[in-house]
């Protein structure tokens, strides 16, 4: 009854870490990154303003001088680790300190991501309490449990350093390698206490697949990086263009888009190839045919999208669905890789 619940709320969290990055995404195309310039609370209230009249006449210095404080005491802390070259940067990037005028719409998209975000950790603490049933039983499950915890904490106090350094290039990025590697950990318990329930056959080739799968999944996260990165970069165009010019963005992006563009090939192809190993493997095929249908349809629309991005200016509706659909994939291929793993394990045995 209770691995029951564990499957269950493991599930649900599963579901709402994908609307977070959903919702990530949404912040990040409609520029409310800094909708809320402190953290964890939102211009120093659990619930935001409606209007700028609700705040003081010098709350932007109010809220400067709070970022400045914390930004010199990271400053110090990468110092003391080797990172001079980030501190440095962190202490003297004028653009860090020049502080957004009060947008309401801004405000509560990015106030909403955060209650999301708070949902989502409150589902992870309570899956990890719900774990404690499998210690004796499935210790895994409940190590992994913990980890997963510890890592959205983490993750936590990493979203706090992308709004005082007010969205730093880089830092974003390992945001969201990150969330990858907790949905991983969430995926992977989800499946430890369900696997006795997966009807797991055996077929030809196994190995290589497994590997394969890996080489994919390697593949997913540099070009899933590599995007994130090229979305820092069309911020910066937006803000110097004043959100004008949209047609030119891409004009202005450096051979990262390039790289991108020309490695979705390569993962179409890596996908594509992986599915019709699935597909020559009968038994595998009639057991899982509903995931690599879904796979299939996800790498569709993911070209789609990507298509979509590049020849209509960019549309600020298809960037969050871009990832979205990416990190699905990411998370689905993953599942395949597990189901794979212990395929092996069983014939050992």
């Not at 930004?71 to 962190?90: A, D, H, T, V, Y």
């Not at 774990?131 to 990493?158: H, R």
């Not at 077929?203 to 997913?220: C, E, P, T």
Request: with cysteine; aromatic share 16%.
């Amino acid at each position: 009854m209770l691995g029951d619940y564990y499957r269950k709320l493991n599930f649900i969290t599963l579901i709402l870490l994908f609307l977070l990055i959903l919702a990530g995404g949404i912040v990040r195309s409609t520029g409310s990154g800094m909708g809320c310039p402190d953290w964890p609370k939102c211009f120093g209230e659990f619930i935001p303003p409606m209007d700028e009249s609700e705040l003081s006449e010098n709350y932007k210095e109010d809220f400067l001088t709070k970022r400045k404080n914390k930004n010199i005491r990271l400053s110090r802390m990468l110092s003391f680790f080797g990172f001079n070259e980030l501190s440095n940067k962190i202490l003297n990037d004028k653009s860090i300190y020049v502080e957004d005028d009060f947008n309401v719409y801004k405000t509560w998209t990015e106030y909403l991501n955060r209650l999301l975000g708070a949902i989502v950790g409150f589902s992870i603490l309570l899956t990890f309490i719900s774990s404690f049933k499998y210690i004796k039983s499935e210790k895994n499950i409940f190590i992994v449990s913990f980890l997963t915890l510890m890592l959205v904490l983490f993750q936590a106090w990493i979203g706090s350093i992308v709004v005082s350094t007010k969205l730093m290039p880089g830092i974003i990025t390992l945001h969201m390698i990150i969330a990858l590697l907790i949905i991983c950990l969430v995926i992977y318990t989800y499946f430890l206490s369900t696997k006795n329930k997966i009807s797991i056959t055996k077929f030809s080739d196994i190995n290589f697949i497994k590997y394969f799968i890996i080489i994919n999944l390697v593949a997913l996260t540099f070009q899933i990086s590599l995007g994130t990165q090229i979305r820092e970069s069309i911020d910066t165009i937006a803000v110097d263009l004043e959100y004008n010019l949209r047609n030119t963005w891409i004009d202005n992006l450096g051979i990262e888009f390039f790289i991108h563009r020309s490695f979705s090939l390569i993962i179409l192809g890596l996908n594509l190839y992986l599915c019709y190993l699935f597909i020559i493997n009968k038994i595998f095929l009639k057991t899982y045919l509903k995931i690599i249908i879904i796979i299939l349809s996800l790498i569709t629309l993911e070209i789609i999208t990507g298509a979509g991005m590049a020849y209509f200016s960019i549309p600020s509706f298809l960037q969050p669905l871009h990832l979205f659909l990416a990190v699905l994939i990411f998370g689905l291929l993953f599942y395949m890789f597990l189901i794979i793993r212990f395929s092996i394990k069983k014939e050992k045995f």
